[in-house]
């Protein structure tokens, strides 16, 4: 059962481990194309929050958040096949932060092929959450389990 459960956090990380090699190795001196397309999904998405909510957000260099996100994926990725809860919660950031930049279906119409496209791969990122914070709180009963099993010394009679 140890090994099942490896080898599903190795084929599940697998997703997150091969995106950040990829975008390692196109990094170059600005980026590469992940800070290119991140741009313009970022503008939007800064665009929007600033609409929503009146808040500025402050000017962020992509190249560093390219960079963040390589960081995040490969260290939580390589935690979470040996079954860290802290790489699952660096995964689970990640996600929280990449999800509604990168697949901002709320910018497009119903009726375009952009809205069904982004929001086929937005929900399916909703699964990948899902299934961090199912991980982790399997994690957590499994702690707590093991605590409330423990059973009190008997008391030694003479």
């Given at each position: 059962?140890?090994?099942?459960?490896?080898?599903?956090?190795?084929?599940?990380?697998?997703?997150?481990?091969?995106?950040?090699?990829?975008?390692?190795?196109?990094?170059?001196?600005?980026?590469?194309?992940?800070?290119?397309?991140?741009?313009?999904?970022?503008?939007?998405?800064?665009?929007?929050?600033?609409?929503?909510?009146?808040?500025?957000?402050?000017?962020?260099?992509?190249?560093?958040?390219?960079?963040?996100?390589?960081?995040?994926?490969?260290?939580?990725?390589?935690?979470?096949?040996?079954?860290?809860?802290?790489?699952?919660?660096?995964?689970?950031?990640?996600?929280?932060?990449?999800?509604?930049?990168?697949?901002?279906?709320?910018?497009?119409?119903?009726?375009?092929?952009?809205?069904?496209?982004?929001?086929?791969?937005?929900?399916?990122?909703?699964?990948?959450?899902?299934?961090?914070l199912?991980?982790?709180?399997?994690?957590?009963?499994?702690?707590h389990?093991?605590?409330l099993?423990?059973?009190?010394?008997?008391?030694?009679?003479?």
């Amino acid at each position: 059962m140890e090994f099942a459960s490896f080898l599903g956090r190795a084929l599940f990380v697998s997703v997150f481990l091969l995106s950040a090699w990829q975008e390692y190795n196109d990094f170059g001196d600005d980026g590469g194309r992940a800070a290119k397309s991140l741009r313009p999904k970022f503008n939007a998405f800064v665009n929007h929050v600033t609409s929503q909510t009146g808040q500025k957000i402050p000017p962020v260099d992509m190249k560093l958040l390219v960079a963040g996100a390589i960081a995040l994926k490969g260290v939580g990725g390589l935690l979470f096949v040996i079954g860290s809860s802290l790489g699952a919660y660096l995964l689970l950031l990640h996600q929280a932060i990449a999800t509604p930049i990168l697949y901002d279906f709320y910018n497009y119409d119903v009726d375009k092929k952009e809205f069904s496209q982004l929001f086929s791969k937005f929900t399916q990122s909703l699964a990948l959450l899902g299934a961090l914070l199912f991980f982790i709180g399997m994690k957590n009963s499994r702690r707590h389990g093991r605590q409330l099993r423990k059973k009190a010394p008997k008391a030694k009679t003479n």
